[in-house]
């Protein structure tokens, strides 16, 4: 099957500056997940989507980030304005339960790295 | 809240050595334990999992038993290669279904 597609793979911008990633998740997979994983550090959860819905957007910095998947397959993660402290790479994960069903391991993309300078 | 605490690295063992990474959780209820690898240049793959007390999970030489009574989950392989050197993340789910809480992962140099 066809795993998790990411783009852009690398992005470069300033401060201040706008930049949205993709994901598309494997064909199927129910829920779809954004995760932040800063250098030398674990991913942290950004923001899971059960379909078109959020489940938990808890740690997902609201004043600058906002995510969509409109139709419940594609998704978008966008940030404006970007920190420094973005600096990052974004992995989609997507797997395919649901909330509250049987745990079914989740499938990451290879990531988008953002670097802010 | 729920979290894992993974012993800190780099690692470096030679080829053929012993493998013992540690890895323990704090959870409400009982959360299911994950490990993922991370081999350079390439995304988090799962490795292997754990969903109740007791259950050892298993996968390419590696195995990790979901230990209630010491809250741990440590990773282990009897005779490493150079091929496994990657950053090991422990993980886990508070409950089925949920996203996961990753550690701040491990990284393993294998030399040969």
């Known amino acids: 099957e066809a795993g998790v597609a990411q783009s852009p793979r690398y992005k470069i911008i300033e401060k201040r500056q706008s930049v949205a990633f993709w994901c598309n998740p494997i064909?199927?997979?129910?829920?779809l997940y954004w995760y932040q994983q800063i250098l030398g550090q674990g991913p942290k959860l950004l923001i899971q989507?059960?379909?078109?819905?959020?489940?938990?957007d808890s740690q997902l910095p609201k004043d600058r980030f906002s995510a969509e998947r409109l139709k419940g397959v594609d998704s978008t993660l966008k940030i404006q304005p970007a920190k420094l402290e973005d600096s990052a790479v974004y992995l989609c994960?997507?797997?395919?339960?649901?909330?509250?069903?049987?745990?079914?391991?989740?499938?990451f993309g290879n990531g988008t790295r953002l670097t802010v300078t | 809240g729920n979290s894992v605490t993974q012993m800190e690295g780099p690692v470096t063992l030679s080829e053929e050595a012993f493998l013992t990474i540690n890895c323990t959780y704090t959870?409400?209820?009982?959360?299911?334990l994950f490990w993922y690898v991370q081999y350079p240049g390439e995304g988090l793959q799962l490795l292997l999992k754990?969903?109740?007390?007791?259950d050892k999970g298993s996968n390419k030489g590696f195995e990790a038993t979901y230990r209630k009574e010491t809250t741990s989950f440590h990773l282990e392989k009897g005779s490493v290669q150079v091929s496994d050197s990657a950053v090991y993340f422990c993980a886990l789910s508070p409950d089925a279904g949920y996203a996961l809480n990753f550690g701040k992962g491990t990284s393993l140099l294998v030399t040969p």
């Open positions: 989507f059960q379909n078109n819905g959020v489940v938990d």
């Open positions: 994960a997507s797997s395919l339960s649901e909330a509250g069903g049987n745990n079914s391991p989740l499938h």
């Open positions: 064909s199927g997979h129910a829920t």
């Open positions: 959870a409400t209820g009982y959360p299911s």
């Open positions: 754990a969903t109740k007390a007791d």
